[in-house]
């Protein structure tokens, strides 16, 4: 027998050896929760805070001070992590999960924050920095935002999740401080509630005077209490109009026992504190 002849008939036997391999290999059908844990994997690992960490931990105190003028001198990794918020795909943003999009849409308005005083620092506050919020375009996903769209027609309009107050930095003295890490999807819960535990430990965001019978409150409570009412909505305890009793109910679970007791019996008045728009600057 000839080299062809062998050839031609060892041919068909290999392919029905492969045929019968590829018949008994199983094929996993059930495979909705694992394609979507995958999708979800390889769309946020694609996407790296890996510089936006780099600039926290370098230029951010533990007290969320910054330190502009370093940054400002050395922002190549601030202008590359914002770069890369252009050509992340809405395609694979929309496989995140809603915890993951809550952080990006934090890390993304703190970080164009950052961009946004270097571009105009030295200045004494944000609010001295001409259309900041309303003006000042951004692009995110191939998409022009401002910081006010940011805040108030994606995060407070598309999730129902109030603790973003307590991660959303605006660079002043009265925010919460900027933490010297990225929010992430994983994490999200349990930063926001340490950032609120800060928050709240500060006299100039909050303070329980028994003596007075006053309770002070950031700001921060009085223009966005509206945004804890879906979650903290309560009639029964507390005081004030249904914003103040919700602000209240969602504090206290924060609180030692006396002071959550002293909060729900409502034998107070609430005042609000002055805001600080001081630049957090280092």
């Known amino acids: 027998m000839n080299n062809f002849q062998a050839l031609t008939l060892l041919i068909p036997t290999l392919f029905l050896m492969y045929s019968c391999t590829t018949e008994t290999t199983p094929l996993n059908l059930n495979t909705e929760n694992s394609t979507e844990s995958s999708i979800t994997l390889a769309a946020t690992e694609a996407f790296s805070y890996q510089n936006y960490e780099q600039i926290l931990s370098t230029y951010v105190d533990k007290n969320g001070k910054v330190n502009y003028k370093a940054l400002k001198e050395n922002r190549k990794k601030l202008d ?46 944000i609010r001295d920095i001409p ?15 401002t910081l006010d769209e940011i805040e108030h027609k994606i995060l407070r309009v598309q999730f129902n999740e109030p603790r973003i107050h307590m991660g959303l930095v605006c660079a002043s003295i009265g925010c919460p401080i900027l933490l010297q890490e990225a929010y992430t999807g994983d994490k999200l819960g349990e930063q926001l509630d340490k950032q609120t535990r800060k928050f709240i430990a500060i006299n100039d965001n909050f303070k329980i005077d028994k003596q007075d019978n006053k309770v002070y409150l950031s700001s921060i409570f009085k223009w966005f209490g509206e945004d804890f009412i879906s979650q903290f909505k309560i009639q029964e305890k507390f005081t004030g109009n249904d914003k103040e009793r919700a602000v209240l109910n969602f504090l206290s679970q924060y609180l030692d026992e006396s002071e959550k007791e002293y909060l729900m019996n409502g034998k107070y008045q609430i005042k609000y504190l002055d805001y600080d728009w001081s630049l957090n600057d280092k």
Not at 108 to 122: D, F, H, K, Q, V
Not at 131 to 145: D, I, P
């Open 131 to 145: 259309g900041v919020w309303t003006r000042l375009q951004f692009n995110v996903m191939g998409k022009e935002v």
């Open 80 to 125: 590359e992590f914002n770069a890369s918020l252009a050509t992340l795909s809405p395609d694979d943003f929309a496989n995140w999960t809603e915890k993951e999009k809550i952080a990006f849409w934090i890390n993304t308005y703190n970080s164009l924050t950052l961009l946004a005083i270097i571009e105009n620092y030295p200045t004494k506050s």
